[in-house]
């Protein structure tokens, strides 16, 4: 039925933004999409860009974002109904399972998730791990 669209975490992360293994991290990337619904790129192709700066060293521009608009709100707006329909068709034992799995990994990726936010937002790595941590519970 329709709660066997809900695979692993990685599958529903890839069904949201793009396949987990081929995903930029985002300090890593030169340029982010206006906005990725429901696995895809979506934006105009070449639009206006709000860069996104090292807290630590203004200088240094870490990635640049899309700027979105009407159209791409739009798109999330749609892609999110039809999520949460499909959500909530999912049996509970299944919605139990992907979220103690998304627990499981964020747990796994509290390091890597605390180095990113403090280079990303300027945050101290052990209070984004706290942050991390109070996530997964």
Same mark, same amino acid.
């Given at each position: 039925?329709?709660?066997?669209?809900? !695979?692993?975490?990685?599958? =529903?992360?890839?069904?949201?933004?793009?396949? #987990?293994?081929?995903? #930029? &991290?985002?300090?890593?990337?030169? /340029?982010?999409?206006?906005? %990725?619904?429901?696995?895809?790129? %979506?934006?105009?192709?070449? #639009?206006?860009?709000? $860069? @996104?700066? &090292? #807290?630590?060293?203004?200088?240094? *521009? $870490?990635?640049?974002?899309? /700027?979105?608009?009407? @159209?791409?709100?739009?798109?999330?707006?749609?892609?999110?109904?039809?999520?949460?329909?499909?959500?909530?068709?999912?049996?509970?034992?299944?919605?139990?399972?992907? =979220? $103690?799995?998304?627990?499981?990994? =964020?747990?796994?990726?509290?390091?890597? $998730?605390?180095?990113?936010?403090? *280079?990303?937002?300027?945050?101290? *790595?052990?209070? !984004?791990?706290?942050? %991390?941590? /109070?996530?997964?519970?």
């Amino acid at each position: 039925g329709r709660a066997a669209r809900f !695979g692993t975490v990685e599958e =529903l992360a890839a069904r949201f933004r793009g396949s #987990p293994e081929n995903a #930029p &991290s985002r300090v890593d990337a030169e /340029r982010l999409p206006a906005a %990725v619904v429901a696995g895809r790129a %979506v934006g105009a192709a070449d #639009p206006p860009c709000a $860069l @996104h700066r &090292s #807290p630590r060293d203004t200088s240094r *521009v $870490l990635f640049s974002v899309a /700027r979105g608009g009407a @159209h791409e709100a739009a798109l999330a707006s749609a892609a999110a109904r039809e999520a949460a329909r499909e959500w909530s068709a999912a049996a509970a034992s299944r919605r139990a399972a992907v =979220l $103690l799995e998304l627990a499981d990994r =964020l747990e796994r990726e509290t390091d890597s $998730l605390a180095r990113e936010m403090a *280079v990303d937002v300027g945050k101290p *790595v052990a209070q !984004g791990s706290a942050e %991390v941590r /109070r996530a997964s519970m």
